[in-house]
C-alpha cells in the first residue's frame, strides 16, 4: 500500500540512499531542514516500516568471493512449497539476495563463494533436496554490478546521476579479522555507532575510524545505504534481461540507463541468451511497460527480445554472505 510522503521525507530519504552514515546533522544540513526534523522523521520513517534498515555496500570480490546468480521455476505447486524454498535459502549463509518473483522466473538468489568448485558443491546439495519441485533453472557468473542512487523519490531534482557504486572484477584486499568483524557488523546495519564497532573489536574509537577510512579508499566499502520499502512509495521491482541483435550497444545502453531515474543497477554476468541485464523500479507494470516502450525506440532494432521478473517479496539482502 503506497505511503503518503511528505517533500522532507523524501530529501531524507535520498539523503539516506546516498549516504546512511552520515550524521543527522550532516542530513540536514544537506537537506535544508532542522536536525530536530531529520531525527523525528528518521524515527517516523523507521516505525512506519518505510526504511526497513540500513546496509552497507561491499565489493565482495574484494574480499577473494564470485558471485552466483541462479533463476529457478516451480512447477505449479501451492505457495508453501515455493516459500520454504525461500526461506530455506535466506538462511544458508552463501546467499546474498532472496527473492520471490513473478514473470519469467518464480525464485532468484545469489550465491558468494571463493571457488566455482565450492558453489558446485553446494548446488550438488540443494538440488538433493529440491530438484523435484523446480522444472526449469538457470545460473549466472556475475562480473559486475553497477548500482544507482534512487533519484525517483525526489523528483523535483533532476541533476545527473554521478554516484555509481561499482562491485566485482577487482583484485583481492588482505583482510585482519579485526576488518573482517567490522565489515560483518556493517553489513546487518550501516549505521552502527563507533562505540559499538569498538567494543565488538578491542580497538578504540579513532582506530576504528582509521579502519573505516582504508576500508573506503581501498574500495572495499562502497556505500551505505538506506534497505527501502519500494513498494510503500507506490513503486514495484523490476529485474529486465535483454537479448541484443548486437552486443557491441551494451556500453551505450548502460549510459543511457544510468542516467533514467528509475533504472537501479545494471549487470554484466556470463550467462546464456543474455547480453545485458538491468533493474528498476516504477510504478506498477504500466510504468514498466511505458518504459520498455522508450527503450525499445530508443534502441530500435537493437533490442533482439527481453524477459522481465517482478519481485514480490524479499526474503534477504545482503552484500556479504554471512
Given at each position: 500500500?503506497?505511503?503518503?510522503?511528505?517533500?522532507?521525507?523524501?530529501?531524507?530519504?535520498?539523503?539516506?540512499?546516498?549516504n546512511?552514515?552520515?550524521?543527522?546533522?550532516?542530513?540536514?544540513?544537506?537537506?535544508?531542514?532542522?536536525?530536530?526534523?531529520?531525527?523525528?522523521?528518521?524515527?517516523?520513517?523507521?516505525?512506519?516500516?518505510?526504511?526497513?534498515r540500513?546496509?552497507?555496500?561491499?565489493?565482495?570480490?574484494?574480499?577473494g568471493?564470485?558471485?552466483?546468480?541462479?533463476?529457478?521455476?516451480?512447477?505449479d505447486?501451492?505457495?508453501?512449497?515455493?516459500?520454504?524454498?525461500?526461506?530455506?535459502?535466506?538462511?544458508?549463509?552463501?546467499?546474498?539476495?532472496?527473492?520471490?518473483?513473478s514473470?519469467?522466473?518464480?525464485?532468484?538468489?545469489?550465491?558468494y563463494?571463493h571457488?566455482?568448485?565450492?558453489?558446485?558443491?553446494?548446488?550438488?546439495?540443494?538440488?538433493?533436496?529440491?530438484?523435484?519441485?523446480?522444472?526449469?533453472?538457470?545460473?549466472?557468473l556475475?562480473?559486475?554490478?553497477?548500482?544507482?542512487?534512487?533519484?525517483y523519490?525526489?523528483?523535483?531534482k533532476h541533476?545527473?546521476?554521478?554516484?555509481?557504486?561499482?562491485?566485482?572484477?577487482?583484485?583481492h584486499?588482505?583482510l585482519?579479522?579485526?576488518?573482517?568483524?567490522?565489515?560483518?557488523?556493517?553489513?546487518?546495519?550501516?549505521?552502527?555507532?563507533?562505540?559499538?564497532?569498538?567494543?565488538?573489536?578491542?580497538?578504540?574509537?579513532?582506530?576504528?575510524?582509521?579502519?573505516?577510512?582504508?576500508?573506503?579508499?581501498?574500495?572495499v566499502?562502497?556505500?551505505?545505504?538506506?534497505?527501502?520499502?519500494?513498494?510503500?512509495?507506490?513503486?514495484?521491482?523490476?529485474?529486465?534481461?535483454?537479448?541484443?541483435?548486437d552486443?557491441?550497444?551494451?556500453?551505450s545502453?548502460?549510459?543511457?540507463?544510468k542516467?533514467?531515474?528509475q533504472v537501479?543497477?545494471?549487470?554484466?554476468?556470463?550467462?546464456d541468451?543474455?547480453?545485458a541485464e538491468?533493474?528498476?523500479?516504477?510504478?506498477?507494470?504500466?510504468?514498466?511497460?511505458?518504459?520498455?516502450?522508450?527503450?525499445?525506440?530508443?534502441f530500435?532494432?537493437?533490442?533482439?527480445?527481453?524477459?522481465?521478473?517482478?519481485?514480490?517479496?524479499?526474503h534477504?539482502?545482503?552484500?556479504?554472505?554471512?
Amino acid at each position: 500500500m503506497e505511503q503518503k510522503i511528505t517533500l522532507n521525507d523524501k530529501k531524507i530519504l535520498e539523503q539516506l540512499d546516498l549516504n546512511a552514515r552520515e550524521s543527522n546533522s550532516q542530513i540536514a544540513k544537506q537537506a535544508k531542514v532542522s536536525k530536530n526534523i531529520v531525527n523525528y522523521q528518521i524515527r517516523r520513517l523507521e516505525q512506519e516500516g518505510l526504511i526497513k534498515r540500513y546496509i552497507t555496500v561491499i565489493d565482495y570480490s574484494k574480499l577473494g568471493y564470485l558471485q552466483f546468480r541462479v533463476f529457478l521455476n516451480f512447477y505449479d505447486l501451492t505457495p508453501g512449497k515455493e516459500e520454504e524454498v525461500a526461506v530455506y535459502l535466506a538462511k544458508e549463509k552463501l546467499t546474498g539476495i532472496v527473492a520471490r518473483t513473478s514473470g519469467d522466473w518464480d525464485l532468484i538468489f545469489t550465491a558468494y563463494t571463493h571457488t566455482p568448485g565450492e558453489f558446485q558443491r553446494w548446488w550438488e546439495e540443494f538440488i538433493k533436496k529440491f530438484r523435484s519441485l523446480f522444472k526449469e533453472y538457470a545460473t549466472q557468473l556475475v562480473t559486475k554490478e553497477y548500482f544507482y542512487p534512487r533519484t525517483y523519490i525526489y523528483k523535483e531534482k533532476h541533476a545527473p546521476v554521478k554516484t555509481c557504486w561499482e562491485c566485482g572484477g577487482s583484485p583481492h584486499e588482505e583482510l585482519d579479522a579485526k576488518d573482517q568483524k567490522m565489515l560483518s557488523m556493517l553489513a546487518e546495519d550501516a549505521r552502527l555507532p563507533i562505540t559499538e564497532l569498538a567494543k565488538a573489536t578491542g580497538l578504540g574509537s579513532m582506530a576504528i575510524i582509521y579502519r573505516l577510512k582504508q576500508l573506503d579508499k581501498k574500495e572495499v566499502i562502497l556505500g551505505y545505504r538506506a534497505d527501502i520499502d519500494f513498494t510503500k512509495l507506490g513503486y514495484e521491482h523490476y529485474k529486465v534481461q535483454l537479448e541484443l541483435e548486437d552486443p557491441k550497444i551494451c556500453s551505450s545502453l548502460q549510459s543511457y540507463l544510468k542516467l533514467h531515474h528509475q533504472v537501479i543497477s545494471f549487470t554484466s554476468a556470463i550467462s546464456d541468451n543474455v547480453d545485458a541485464e538491468f533493474d528498476l523500479e516504477t510504478a506498477g507494470i504500466d510504468g514498466f511497460l511505458q518504459f520498455m516502450e522508450e527503450l525499445k525506440k530508443q534502441f530500435s532494432g537493437a533490442i533482439r527480445d527481453y524477459k522481465y521478473i517482478r519481485t514480490l517479496k524479499l526474503h534477504k539482502v545482503n552484500y556479504l554472505p554471512g
